[in-house]
């Protein structure tokens, strides 16, 4: 097995389901101890014994991911617990389609707290703990959505456009303390989140665009995170990683 990931510590934000799970089992498998963060705490603490029944490290975490403390309580527990903190992947996200005459307050709210909000907290939470370890990686889930417009998510393309905002400042801000920021801008996958707005007419849409004729995988998106979790992007900040099969330069 290789060991990428030997003796560091990361947290994954909507790590007990989707994307965030397949991160968490794949941090595991390079050797990493995994915290699972999920509003579900139940299903949190259910992943994270999944995986130390595959013979991984991890421990459930649950909190909403809108909340400063969610965060500050989960990164104090795993440095106090493993004597530092290297990873955090900030994967979290609420998300709703539909109309623009349709937003509401509460849909804006929650969209923005879950997606923008988050990953503030979760930077800010992060920094203070990897520079204590010599520095880290802090990798943010974007889309491609924030690179397009896309019809009935204005909300949805808006904060993951601010996303890779939020990746290029945190980058150049944090890159003295060794810390480096990334993005990964997935095509579609469908995860239990996407399945609830989309149906299978919008997936044969979307996949007849998609240059590769698929639509992505969780282990896609886990294998690029890996890569940025590891030393093997150790010279890359900064940066938004299309993993999308080629859709985002289709023009199709």
Sequence with gaps: MNQRLDNRVALVTGGAQGIGRAIAQAFADQGATVGV?????????????????????????????????????AV???????????????????????????????????????????????????????????????????????????PGALVYCGVKAAALGLT???????????IRVNAIAPGTVPTEGVRINMDESVAARRIARTPLGRLGHVDDIAAAACFLASDESSFMTGESMLVDGGVTHALL
């Excluded at 992943?47 to 309580?73: W, Y």
């Excluded at 290029?168 to 060794?178: F, M, N, P, T």
Aim: net charge neutral; aromatic share 6%; proline share 2%.
């Design 168 to 178: 290029r400042s945190a980058a150049v801000e944090l890159g003295a303390r060794k």
């Design 37 to 73: 963060l999920d509003i579900r705490e139940d299903l949190a603490q259910k992943a994270a014994e999944e995986i130390r029944q595959g013979g991984g490290r991890a421990q459930g975490f649950g909190g909403n991911v809108a909340l400063r403390e969610t965060f500050t309580q």
């Design 76 to 150: 104090d527990a795993l440095e106090t617990q493993h004597g530092r903190f290297d990873i955090l992947v900030n994967n979290a996200i609420w998300v709703r389609y539909g109309p623009t005459q349709d937003i509401t307050p509460e849909m804006l709210d929650r969209m923005t707290a879950t997606g923008f909000h988050s990953i503030v907290w979760g930077i800010q939470a992060a920094a203070p703990a990897m520079g204590r370890s010599g520095g880290g990686s802090i990798i943010n889930i974007a889309s491609a959505a924030g690179f397009l417009g896309i």
